[in-house]
Structure formats: structure tokens, C-alpha cells
T-cell receptor, first 113, second 111 residues
Framework: DVKVTQSSRYLVKRTGEKVFLECVQDMDHENMFWYRQDPGLGLRLIYFSYDVKMKEKGDIPEGYSVSREKKERFSLILESASTNQTSMYLC????????????FGQGTRLTVV | GEDVEQSLFLSVREGDSSVINCTYTDSSSTYLYWYKQEPGAGLQLLTYIFSNMDMKQDQRLTVLLNKKDKHLSLRIADTQTGDSAIYFCAVSKAAGNKLTFGGGTRVLVKP
């Protein structure tokens, strides 16, 4: 069973703090993704990675960065948290060339106060 | 870039059929997916269809694709209360690649 694990279900951080969201997958997937989910907007892609030490900007990368030092781990970093980054963050992983799904973590609900 | 649109809300009576619609803009979208999200949970893949198919049936689920109109639909037969959730349409240009999601349709099943 593929498992994508996000380090926290709920986080409350203060404006200006540096925030780390961690994601680990256990199925040797090449591809990893960070999305944020907001009501009515669906999921929007922040950053993705198709290989270790590789990263690409998604549709809404501003205010975020990522790190992928190991294949199984993909970290999302909020350099200086702001209230408009209050959201649900979802990590996903997938295999290249496979027709089936991306596997999602349970999500981290981040509140910035 | 790619744009994927869905209606926000659908209310249906238990036992009836539900139809959730989705439109997308990029004709090079090759893989089209339906995901389900139950309260407090991550996303779970329900089904998917390739762009060279018109229809796919999987138990109570039927996916229809009109490639000319860039329209995708998901029909759930004999809708149950356990089908109450948010349903997301998503598209991709290559298998395993990044997904573009619609805004999600919240389905409420009334007894």
C-alpha cells in the first residue's frame, strides 16, 4: 500500500515565521508535488519535482520554496509566513509513465495568525 | 494555461443518479481523472479515462468524455449517503505528471 505521510495535520504559525511542511512517500516514486487547496479554487500546484534535487515552479510558487535532497522526501518552505498562506496543503507522489493516480497525503491545515 | 471548471454544488436524493460535469480548455490533456475527497481526508482516485476513449464504466461509475467539446462527466448510479463528498476533475498531459484540478463539486446526498 502506497503511503504518503505529511508530518503535521494541523499547524498554527505566526506571521513572519519560517515554516517547514514535510512529506515522505514510501514507494520509490520519482515525482512529488505540493498543492494548496482553498474552497472553490480546488487544488493549485505550488511546486513539483520529477527527480532528486530537481524542482520546478507550479502555478502559484510566490512565497514558497521547496527542497528535495532525498527521493522519498519533499519539503515545502514558507520563507516568511503570511495570513494569505492560511490553507490546506496537500502533498502527492506518482510514478513516471504510469497511467494511474497520484497518491495524496492527508493534508496539513496551516493557519497563519 | 490549462483551465478546468466544475459546478460548485449538487444535491441528490439517495437512490437517484448523480451527474457531475467538468470542462477543460487544453485539447492536449491526455489523461482525465475523477478524485473524491471525504471530510478530513486526502484525495482518493475514483476513476480515470484516456483522451482516446469516449466512455468508461466501473461498477456504479460511468465516465463520459466529449473530446470535441472538452467536456467530461461522472455519473454515479444509485447514489448512497456515503457518496457525499467533494469530487474533483483533474487533467494531465502525461501519465504521472502534474495535475490541473477543477474547483471541486460538493455532492450532498439526502435520504
Amino acid at each position: 500500500d502506497v503511503k504518503v505521510t505529511q508530518s503535521s495535520r494541523y499547524l498554527v504559525k505566526r506571521t513572519g515565521e519560517k515554516v517547514f511542511l514535510e512529506c515522505v512517500q514510501d514507494m520509490d516514486h520519482e515525482n512529488m508535488f505540493w498543492y494548496r487547496q482553498d474552497p472553490g479554487l480546488g487544488l493549485r500546484l505550488i511546486y513539483f519535482s520529477y527527480d532528486v534535487k530537481m524542482k520546478e515552479k507550479g502555478d502559484i510558487p510566490e512565497g514558497y520554496s521547496v527542497s528535495r535532497e532525498k527521493k522519498e522526501r519533499f519539503s515545502l518552505i514558507l520563507e516568511s509566513a503570511s495570513t494569505n498562506q492560511t490553507s490546506m496543503y496537500l502533498c502527492a507522489s506518482s510514478l513516471t509513465g504510469r497511467t494511474t493516480e497520484a497518491f495524496f497525503g492527508q493534508g496539513t491545515r496551516l493557519t497563519v495568525v | 494555461g490549462e483551465d478546468v471548471e466544475q459546478s460548485l454544488f449538487l444535491s441528490v436524493r439517495e437512490g437517484d443518479s448523480s451527474v457531475i460535469n467538468c470542462t477543460y480548455t487544453d485539447s492536449s490533456s491526455t489523461y482525465l481523472y475523477w478524485y473524491k475527497q471525504e471530510p478530513g481526508a486526502g484525495l482518493q482516485l475514483l476513476t480515470y479515462i484516456f483522451s482516446n476513449m469516449d466512455m468508461k464504466q466501473d461498477q456504479r461509475l460511468t465516465v463520459l468524455l466529449n473530446k470535441k467539446d472538452k467536456h467530461l462527466s461522472l455519473r454515479i448510479a444509485d447514489t448512497q449517503t456515503g457518496d457525499s463528498a467533494i469530487y474533483f476533475c483533474a487533467v494531465s498531459k502525461a501519465a504521472g505528471n502534474k495535475l490541473t484540478f477543477g474547483g471541486g463539486t460538493r455532492v450532498l446526498v439526502k435520504p
